[in-house]
T-cell receptor, first 114, second 113 residues
Framework: AQSVTQLDSQVPVFEEAPVELRCNYSSSVSVYLFWYVQYPNQGLQLLLKYLSGSTLVKGINGFEAEFNKSQTSFHLRKPSVHISDTAEYFCAVRNNNAGNMLTFGGGTRLMVKP | DGGITQSPKYLFRKEGQNVTLSCEQNLNHDAMYWYRQDPGQGLRLIYYSQIVNDFQKGDIAEGYSVSREKKESFPLTVTSAQKNPTAFYLC????????????FGSGTRLTVV
């Protein structure tokens, strides 16, 4: 069974600093990869996704992620964070041989401090 | 605009009561899902349905029941058998082979009083 590991449960960072949220997955076949953001008491919103093609994917709110097949990683980055980026971030993987089910990581809480 | 609607946003349940959480989508999605979210535990899959009149148990189905009589609707009942139902519940839907990922509702917060 595939799994998704978000290596950091919490990431504190100062406003305007860069941030990287790490995501590693286990799968021996090709995958689709997703990052979602969840603000307090809300549902999850799609930030970006990798299906194929360029390994650098740009999403909403200035976020980007890089797919690294050899390291089975899909880390999320932002060069300069804002207070409003404080939220929970979830990485998810769809195994292309397993229908349309997603496997989610445990989440990373990004805390942006002034 | 198409979307997925969960209601109510907040729900209070007395011990021993069954309650039903609503999830409706107008996205024409085939698959629908229910997740439970507790602090620090991420998302845990309760039930999912790939087509109408069919559904499957997820990782934590005990104490919950669902139905899928219409493509648009996937209600979740939290029964009295669920010993610790206080949590945030999320409904999601998806189409086709998953290229678009899931669309999530805004959630229902259930509290036992």
């Amino acid at each position: 069974a595939q799994s998704v590991t978000q290596l950091d449960s919490q990431v504190p960072v100062f406003e305007e600093a860069p941030v990287e949220l790490r995501c590693n997955y286990s799968s021996s076949v090709s995958v689709y990869l997703f990052w979602y953001v969840q603000y307090p008491n809300q549902g999850l919103q799609l930030l970006l996704k990798y299906l194929s093609g360029s390994t650098l994917v740009k999403g909403i709110n200035g976020f980007e992620a890089e797919f690294n097949k050899s390291q089975t990683s899909f880390h999320l980055r932002k060069p300069s964070v804002h207070i409003s980026d404080t939220a929970e971030y979830f990485c998810a993987v769809r195994n292309n041989n397993a229908g349309n089910m997603l496997t989610f990581g445990g989440g990373t809480r990004l805390m942006v401090k002034p | 605009d198409g979307g997925i609607t969960q209601s109510p946003k907040y729900l209070f349940r007395k011990e021993g009561q069954n309650v039903t959480l609503s999830c409706e989508q107008n996205l024409n999605h085939d698959a629908m899902y229910w997740y439970r979210q507790d602090p620090g535990q991420g998302l845990r899959l309760i039930y999912y349905s790939q087509i109408v009149n069919d559904f499957q148990k997820g990782d934590i189905a005990e104490g919950y029941s669902v139905s899928r009589e219409k493509k648009e609707s996937f209600p979740l009942t939290v029964t009295s058998a669920q010993k610790n139902p206080t949590a945030f519940y999320l409904c999601a839907s998806s189409i086709g082979q998953g290229q678009a990922g899931y669309t999530f509702g805004s959630g229902t917060r259930l509290t036992v009083v």
